[in-house]
């Protein structure tokens, strides 16, 4: 009969137990953090565990329940993912503090999934970090001034009259019935074709989906079971992140980035590109510096920084503009006195400015309501997260080193707390929004992170809802869904189901 020392030796054994019972300390003592800290939570445990993964493969449903969270434990909970620690916060005052007041200690918006995206992405505004983060910031946003914006504005122009072109002829073939998401997906991805990559893909004019450009758009939000399977390691065991930094693993399809990474290759060796183009691209590439003046430098991009922002682009601005499109022209669909009043200004806007100018856009004030009560319905996205970079302790709540807030914009926005009948869509609530506290809705963040394209993208939405209310009525058909929608998360916020719609070509006199 064998023995345990037959099979290792008895120092072995010593060891192992050892490793074993240091191993049993560190994570007890992880596990004691919250409860140190005074964090409402439930003790962690391999079935809470289990059921925490359970919950992470259906997210529409892991955001839909933070406000039962908040009902049952108040403004702060913490939990456990693996040994890292997650705290919500839905204190306003506490928040503001996390965002503005100390965002020296909460500089980051994560430390997970920053490196394992691929030698691109991972420099991307998202994923960097710190010093490096700072820098890329610097170098980008002068790019994003008001000047630029202005300057940009008839590549976002152009791409929209190639939209109402598009509704035109579904107005007249299609007995005007449609589905918006392929219509402004198309158009989103043409302003940033136009805007980031110097380019014109012609995306528009496209008759079928099938369009390469668009296809590797969409796939950039495609993560497969593989990735899904990987993401959760790399949440449960961030260090994990590291091996993948070596390998260059990517959680985003290759074929994708390899394609967007092709795009811009292509445009810094074209040595004819116009240099005199106010597109974002061409910005990007008069700061372009060395991998090793980086270390240093203070302003400037790499080539890897510039094919990693230029797709971070795509991310922030494809799917999550669109959709946001989708959802607001689905509200002035259903609500016909909301569209009434909007169109009515947008006219009384292009007589008094003669055209849809950049001023005329900017003073459309009914327009922003719609979009920013759309936004409060329908988050681009649902949760932000702020890194902890050591133990703070606000307005008596001591925060941990090294945990993750999370500030759940989905469930503020639908918080009885803040807002009479949640659900319902009303741009009047919008009319003020010095009465609205900016922690409480924040759809493009807040602080020293927050959105650096919010201004274009909020130009490119009212100028595309503009020019749609200018010579279209939207209608709902038989199977339009009532609201409000079921919505999903992949990448992006998106509809759960198809949300048809009905276009009908205005007459001059109306």
């Not at 932000?384 to 001591?398: A, D, F, H, L, P």
């Not at 010095?434 to 130009?459: E, W």
């Given at each position: 009969?064998?023995?345990?020392?037959d099979?290792?030796?008895l120092?072995?054994w010593?060891l192992l137990g050892?490793?074993f019972?240091?191993a049993?300390?560190?994570?007890?003592?992880q596990f004691q953090?919250?409860?140190?800290c005074n964090i409402p939570?439930?003790?962690m445990s391999?079935?809470?565990l289990a059921?925490?993964?359970?919950?992470?493969?259906?997210p529409?449903g892991y955001?839909?329940?933070?406000?039962e969270?908040k009902?049952?434990?108040?403004?702060?909970?913490?939990y456990?993912?693996?040994?890292?620690i997650?705290?919500m916060?839905y204190?306003p005052e506490?928040l503001?503090?996390?965002?503005?007041?100390e965002?020296?200690?909460f500089?980051?918006r994560r430390?997970?999934?920053t490196?394992?995206?691929?030698?691109e992405?991972?420099t991307?505004?998202?994923?960097?970090k710190?010093?490096?983060?700072?820098?890329?910031?610097?170098t980008?946003s002068p790019?994003f001034?008001?000047?630029?914006?202005?300057?940009m504005?008839?590549?976002v122009?152009?791409?929209?009259?190639?939209?109402?072109e598009t509704?035109?002829?579904?107005?007249?073939?299609?007995?005007?019935?449609f589905?918006?998401?392929d219509?402004?997906?198309?158009?989103s991805?043409?302003?940033?074709?136009?805007?980031a990559f110097n380019?014109?893909?012609h995306?528009?004019?496209?008759?079928?989906?099938?369009?390469?450009m668009?296809?590797m758009?969409r796939?950039?939000?495609?993560?497969?079971v593989v990735?899904?399977?990987l993401?959760g390691?790399f949440?449960?065991?961030?260090s994990?992140?590291?091996i993948?930094e070596?390998?260059n693993?990517s959680?985003?399809?290759?074929?994708?980035i390899k394609?967007f990474?092709g795009?811009v290759d292509?445009?810094?060796k074209?040595?004819d590109y116009?240099k005199?183009r106010?597109d974002l691209?061409t910005?990007?590439?008069k700061a372009?510096?060395s991998?090793?003046?980086?270390?240093?430098?203070?302003k400037?991009?790499?080539?890897?920084?510039i094919?990693?922002?230029s797709?971070q682009?795509i991310?922030?601005?494809f799917?999550?503009?669109?959709?946001t499109m989708?959802?607001?022209?689905y509200?002035l669909a259903?609500?016909k006195?909301?569209?009434?009043?909007?169109?009515?200004?947008?006219?009384?806007?292009?007589?008094?400015?003669?055209g849809?100018t950049?001023?005329?856009?900017?003073s459309?004030?009914?327009?922003?309501q719609c979009?920013?009560e759309?936004?409060?319905l329908y988050p681009?996205?649902v949760?932000n997260?702020?890194?902890?970079e050591k133990?703070?302790?606000i307005q008596g709540?001591t925060?941990?080193?090294?945990?993750?807030?999370?500030?759940?914009?989905?469930?503020?926005g639908?918080?009885e707390e803040?807002?009479?009948?949640p659900?319902?869509?009303?741009p009047d609530?919008?009319?003020?929004?010095?009465?609205?506290?900016?922690?409480v809705?924040?759809?493009f963040g807040a602080?020293?992170r927050?959105?650096?394209?919010?201004?274009?993208a909020?130009?490119?939405m009212?100028?595309a809802i503009s020019?749609i209310?200018l010579?279209?009525e939207l209608d709902?058909?038989p199977d339009?869904p009532?609201?409000?929608?079921?919505?999903t998360f992949?990448?992006s916020?998106?509809?759960?189901?198809?949300?048809p719609?009905?276009?009908?070509?205005?007459k001059?006199s109306e």
């Amino acid at each position: 009969m064998y023995s345990p020392l037959d099979i290792l030796s008895l120092e072995t054994w010593i060891l192992l137990g050892t490793a074993f019972l240091v191993a049993r300390y560190y994570v007890n003592r992880q596990f004691q953090i919250l409860k140190k800290c005074n964090i409402p939570h439930e003790p962690m445990s391999i079935m809470k565990l289990a059921s925490l993964i359970k919950d992470r493969k259906k997210p529409d449903g892991y955001f839909t329940k933070t406000l039962e969270i908040k009902e049952k434990y108040g403004r702060i909970y913490g939990y456990y993912v693996g040994l890292n620690i997650r705290v919500m916060i839905y204190d306003p005052e506490i928040l503001k503090q996390i965002q503005i007041k100390e965002s020296g200690i909460f500089r980051d918006r994560r430390h997970t999934f920053t490196r394992c995206a691929g030698k691109e992405m991972n420099t991307s505004l998202t994923a960097a970090k710190g010093n490096h983060w700072k820098r890329i910031r610097t170098t980008i946003s002068p790019m994003f001034s008001i000047a630029k914006i202005k300057e940009m504005f008839v590549l976002v122009e152009n791409c929209t009259d190639k939209m109402v072109e598009t509704l035109n002829e579904i107005s007249t073939n299609d007995k005007g019935l449609f589905l918006p998401k392929d219509v402004l997906h198309k158009l989103s991805l043409d302003v940033i074709c136009s805007s980031a990559f110097n380019v014109d893909m012609h995306t528009q004019e496209s008759k079928t989906e099938e369009l390469q450009m668009l296809k590797m758009g969409r796939k950039l939000f495609d993560i497969q079971v593989v990735g899904s399977v990987l993401l959760g390691m790399f949440v449960l065991f961030p260090s994990l992140e590291r091996i993948a930094e070596l390998v260059n693993y990517s959680l985003f399809p290759a074929d994708s980035i390899k394609y967007f990474a092709g795009l811009v290759d292509a445009v810094i060796k074209n040595k004819d590109y116009d240099k005199s183009r106010a597109d974002l691209m061409t910005l990007m590439l008069k700061a372009k510096i060395s991998e090793k003046k980086a270390k240093t430098a203070e302003k400037g991009l790499t080539r890897n920084e510039i094919v990693g922002n230029s797709i971070q682009m795509i991310l922030a601005g494809f799917e999550t503009t669109g959709n946001t499109m989708l959802f607001v022209i689905y509200n002035l669909a259903i609500y016909k006195d909301a569209q009434k009043k909007a169109r009515q200004e947008v006219k009384e806007v292009v007589e008094k400015h003669e055209g849809l100018t950049y001023e005329a856009i900017m003073s459309l004030k009914y327009v922003t309501q719609c979009i920013n009560e759309t936004l409060r319905l329908y988050p681009a996205i649902v949760v932000n997260s702020r890194y902890c970079e050591k133990e703070v302790t606000i307005q008596g709540v001591t925060i941990p080193k090294d945990c993750h807030i999370e500030i759940h914009n989905y469930a503020f926005g639908r918080d009885e707390e803040y807002w009479e009948n949640p659900t319902l869509f009303n741009p009047d609530r919008m009319e003020d929004m010095s009465k609205i506290n900016p922690i409480v809705f924040q759809p493009f963040g807040a602080g020293p992170r927050n959105c650096i394209g919010m201004r274009f993208a909020m130009i490119e939405m009212k100028m595309a809802i503009s020019k749609i209310l200018l010579n279209f009525e939207l209608d709902t058909c038989p199977d339009t869904p009532k609201p409000p929608i079921d919505i999903t998360f992949k990448a992006s916020v998106q509809p759960k189901e198809k949300i048809p719609l009905k276009i009908r070509r205005l007459k001059s006199s109306e």
